[in-house]
């Protein structure tokens, strides 16, 4: 089985944000960064498929030259080669201008199965899985929280909203998007990490269109009242909170 998984090298979301001066997405320096936490699912899943049927596993990313190091960690973890799509701007491509990019790589490569995250977690849009499976002409099953594979024939539930599953049965070639619960990504052992240095790392040429969309700005949330610390004994501190309920409920009044 040929098995592609796609995956994105986001900011750690403890870091602290700064907008870039154009004042259209954040500034990527000073930041901590790592493999998006929705594609470990997705690197996971595709390696135990692989561990199961055997074949290929190739992960892909597009993104600056530091995207290496999450396609490493891929490596590491399992997959056997890996490709870039090397774009130092690819912050400014919509998700259409993205899954067109990858679609143009996979489109010959003739993969039984694609697993992408549900979505980034800095972008958040959800949409390059699904259009990539549209590009490519193949069925897609979005939020997976389980998955099972016999021959031919996949079996995967979903998560819905209110905490509903739905289970779906799909032939493969097909496209899965993965949720948070679906597996325990494994951590990369030494002896993989030392593996994975010598794995090959691809970079094709980026062929993409003109994306459809853009970001005209990023702001910061607006500031919002500040708390207030109460301070004294049990006694003073309830009538402290009572005189600013009574304030308050005036001010409404």
Known sequence: ?????CIKQVPDMESKFKLNPAGTWYSDQDL????????EFAVE????????TGGELVVLSLGPAQVRE???????????????????ASYEKDPFAIASAIAAYARDENFD????????????????????????GINAVSTIVDFSCDGNSVTAKRELEGGLKAVV?????????????LNTPRYPTLPNIMKAKKKEIATPALTAP?????TL???YPEKKGQGLVLEGDVGELADQLLSILKEKTTVLK
Not at 1 to 5: A, D, R, T
């Open 113 to 136: 199965a694609i697993f992408t995250g549900m979505q980034s977690q800095d972008r958040g849009s959800a949409q390059v899985g699904l259009m990539l499976a549209e590009l490519l």
């Open 217 to 219: 700005s990023v702001a």
């Open 169 to 181: 049965k799909t032939n493969l070639p097909a496209l899965f998007t993965c949720q948070l619960g």
């Open 210 to 214: 003109a994306s459809l969309t853009a």
């Open 45 to 52: 899943q595709a390696v135990q498929l692989k561990e199961q």
């Open 32 to 39: 901590a960064w790592r493999m998006n936490e929705y594609d």
């Open 1 to 5: 089985m040929k098995i592609l998984v």
């Open 70 to 88: 999450a396609l490493k960690k891929a490596l590491a973890m399992g997959a056997d080669r890996a490709v870039h799509l090397q774009d130092e």
